[in-house]
């Protein structure tokens, strides 16, 4: 069995930063794509960034030059790293990750950003 656990999420100033983990356990022989989403209340869940095995990142307009996400493989995480926070970015954040040629999703971790 697959898992994918988050952590980092947290309430912050407008302005500042956190940085999201999420780590990959259990049986895998594959990881490929792996990425962030997010879903604020009354709304769809999003695209927040994504990153392929090899370090191609894939960014929404959003956070284009706020968030940077990266991996690494030897650890089977991906990271989010966010800054210059706004309060438009309160939301629920889920890891996605195909693994093993699955999509995965982890239980998602609350950022709550006020102004």
């Known amino acids: 069995q697959v898992q994918l656990v988050e952590s980092g999420g947290g309430l912050v100033q407008a302005g500042g930063s956190l940085r999201l983990s999420c780590a990959a356990s259990g049986s895998i022989f594959s990881i490929n794509a792996m990425g962030w989403y997010r879903q604020a209340p009354g709304k769809q869940r999003e695209l927040v960034a994504d990153i392929t095995r090899g370090g191609r990142t894939n960014y929404a307009d959003f956070v284009l030059g706020r968030f940077t996400i990266s991996r690494d493989n030897a650890k089977n995480t991906v990271y989010l790293q966010m800054n210059s926070l706004k309060p438009e970015d309160t939301a629920v954040y889920y890891c996605?990750?195909?693994?093993?040629?699955?999509?995965?999703w982890g239980q998602g971790t609350q950022v709550t950003v006020s102004s």
């Open positions: 996605n990750a195909n693994i093993n040629f699955r999509n995965c």
